[in-house]
């Protein structure tokens, strides 16, 4: 996968996305970081030991998470990975609020070890980072994915929609875009005179 797919990622987080867990705009998932918070500690796949303890998955489902997160929005030169900015935790909370995603979010991560099961002779968390990279590969490029993977692709380009959602909405994914909205400006004079001159208005 490319490494720099953050910055096509900042488009699917700025649009409604993440049908898979009932998310219905980017608004909702700024909502839903506020009401379950980010905590201070991180899950296990990112190097950290987490205070946080998941409502909706298992143990070993919250280390699958945590990891593909990382695989879909890892750490670079411009702010932290996905785990760092809290989005296991985001779509843990989105699991228990919107119930109707519980299935296909279950379904798709026990696909997911089942296909590694298959090629590589254990779980998806138990593999190495170039068999999981290309397990990943497989599913991230639809238009390009074998019919037999239907299920892998939708799952997984429902939870990439996920991640992005819970990233682009966080504090850290929201300084990472540069949004510069939502802050007052005491220095307010007006329109510019050249806006008047382009619309032919004046002042009134």
Excluded at 16 to 40: F, N, R, Y
Excluded at 134 to 140: G, I, K
């Amino acid at each position: 996968m490319d490494i720099t797919r953050r910055n096509a990622l900042k488009i699917i987080g700025a649009t409604p996305v993440a049908a898979g867990i009932g998310l219905t705009d980017a608004a909702g998932g700024e909502q839903a970081h506020k009401q379950h918070g980010t905590p201070a500690a991180k899950p296990a796949a990112s190097g950290r030991k987490s205070a946080y303890k998941p409502k909706f998955f298992t143990a070993h489902e919250w280390a699958t998470v945590a990891l593909l997160s990382n695989i879909v929005i890892p750490k670079d030169e411009r702010s932290g990975s996905a785990t760092d900015a809290g989005v296991p935790e985001f779509i843990d909370f989105m699991m228990m609020d919107r119930p109707d995603g519980q299935v296909p979010m279950r379904g798709g991560l026990r696909w997911l070890d089942a296909e590694s099961n298959t090629r590589f002779g254990k779980t998806f968390i138990e593999s190495t980072d170039g068999q999981r990279t290309a397990l990943v590969d497989d599913l991230a490029y639809p238009r390009k994915a074998r019919p037999e993977f239907s299920h892998g692709v939708a799952f997984f380009s429902r939870f990439r929609d996920a991640v992005a959602t819970g990233f682009f909405t966080s504090k850290m994914g929201i300084a990472d875009l540069q949004y510069m909205g939502n802050v007052p400006n005491p220095f307010w004079e007006g329109c510019p005179e050249p806006c008047y001159t382009h619309l032919g208005v004046t002042k009134a």
